[in-house]
């Protein structure tokens, strides 16, 4: 019984108190201005777990901290928390670098983009090319993705490991709205200008105009012509000026360097066509049939420039300080030339090949370097150089050697010339042949017992075959 009258009596009081503090609140409420707080977000712990407390309708007294009116926060809705994932924490985003380029290549010119930012790429689609001093090499997406940013420039010098590009994994893009956001709207139109600037914009162009009749005019000075002795140079407007690319600052060094370091010396002779292109003419077809690609001229010459150098071996060798280095192998470089400069692919261990093979490799260097695809390693090293420049037109030529080779052979271009042939004058298909050499350490004799093999093994073929 004592027990139930104490309960009332709490109850009672409590209940009074209550009452009392609503009396309070709505007096306190109408005698101060209340602010409305829509939206506004708090963080409550319970245990371990963060919720987000949307407060849709509170107040706060004015003329007192926030902290003094926490008491009058009605909270009517409690919603839970909508997260989003940025990159830099979930790692949706990946960097683009410049990769490994070769063993002699420290850095490179960041020559052109392939894609733009927001542009979707594929994993290890090509998304920029660097140019270096001998081949131009991607930079390929490591992830599919969007592009997001560029973080370099055409034009910067870039080393392996330089980030290029950043790409987000995420295929909805980078950005992303809260449910709770509204997106972002277009910006509004610029206001247009009072009458009164409208006004004073009109009246402007007449000020213009009026200036220069105020102005006394002043007489041109007489132009003075050039005398006859002065040269008439061009406008500076119908010159361009355009940087040099590294592959051609490359080549341009190197071709100086040869001829700073060599005795350079060269030596010609002339080479009847006769026998090779009438072997070529007469198996061509049976040749593409069994082996899948056309007999060519060049292989001819690559099998008699092995001939030759087997019988001069200090042709295939070169200077090394105060020593000779001799080669046991065989790796001929043959000339490209490419659009975007001079490319020396070699054709590996010459001395094993037979005319198929050299054709089949001289087609499949010749192609990647014509597209670009061509690596560090197929153009490394070379112990001879053979450079076609008949293919152009060139009639005769001296050929540079290629550092830190010996000696280069030159062919040119195929022409019907009267040639005595049996005590007659015929006409004969002849091409003039060249060899430029060191020759700090190949001497004439080497170099013409050298052009009188290739001379040989050209007007004869069949030499080959019997190794004589």
């Known amino acids: 019984m004592i027990w139930s009258i104490v309960r009332r009596k709490v109850a009672c009081t409590a209940s009074s108190s209550s009452k009392s503090f609503e009396r309070i609140r709505s007096a306190a409420a109408l005698s101060h201005p209340r602010t409305y707080v829509e939206n506004e977000s708090l963080y409550l712990k319970r245990g371990s777990e963060l919720t987000r407390n949307v407060l849709n309708r509170g107040w706060s007294d004015n003329s007192r901290p926030l902290r003094n009116d926490v008491t009058y926060i009605r909270i009517n809705n409690i919603t839970t928390v909508w997260s989003r994932s940025f990159s830099s924490d979930s790692g949706e985003l990946v960097e683009a670098v410049v990769p490994f380029m070769g063993e002699s290549i420290t850095d490179g010119t960041l020559a052109t983009f392939l894609k733009k930012p927001g542009d979707h790429v594929d ?243 010749a192609k990647k370097a014509t597209d670009g695809s061509i690596s560090i390693d197929e153009m490394a090293g070379g112990s001879f150089t053979i450079s076609n420049g008949g293919v152009y037109g060139s009639l005769l030529s001296t050929p540079i050697i290629n550092p830190p080779q010996s000696a280069i052979l030159g062919m040119h271009s195929i022409v019907n010339r009267p040639m005595v042939v049996g005590g007659q004058i015929v006409s004969r298909p002849m091409m003039y042949i060249a060899l430029t050499y060191d020759h700090r350490l190949i001497d004439g004799r080497e170099a013409v017992f050298f052009l009188r093999r290739i001379k040989d093994v050209i007007e004869d073929p069949r030499r080959l075959l019997l190794d004589i």
């Open 123 to 365: 994993i290890d689609e090509p998304i920029a090319q660097v140019e270096t001093d001998k081949v131009t090499i991607d930079v390929a997406s490591p992830e599919s993705g969007i592009i997001k940013e560029f973080v370099a420039k055409e034009g910067d010098t870039v080393e392996p490991g330089t980030k290029v590009a950043i790409i987000s994994k995420s295929s909805e893009g980078v950005t992303h709205v809260a449910p709770s956001e509204k997106p972002p709207s277009k910006p509004a139109p610029e206001p247009s200008p009072a009458p009164a600037e409208k006004k004073a914009d009109k009246q402007m162009p007449k000020a213009e105009t009026t200036l220069p009749k105020d102005k006394p005019k002043v007489p041109s000075p007489p132009t003075s012509r050039p005398s006859a002795s002065e040269p008439q140079l061009p406008p500076k407007e119908r010159e361009r000026r355009v940087p040099m690319t590294r592959l051609r600052k490359r080549v341009a060094t190197r071709l100086k360097d040869s001829q700073n370091t060599f005795a350079l010396l060269t030596t010609f002779n002339d080479v009847d066509m006769t026998n090779l292109m009438k072997l070529r003419s007469e198996y061509k077809d049976a040749f593409l049939e069994k082996h899948g690609v056309k007999l060519g001229l060049m292989s001819g010459f690559v099998k008699a420039a092995v001939s030759g150098l087997q019988n001069q071996p200090i042709i295939n060798a070169v200077i090394d300080g105060d020593d000779i280095i001799y080669r046991d192998y065989i790796d001929i470089s043959i000339a490209v030339g490419t659009s975007k400069g001079l490319v020396v692919p070699v054709i590996r261990n010459a001395e094993k090949m037979n005319f198929a093979d050299i054709e089949k490799e001289i087609n499949s260097l």
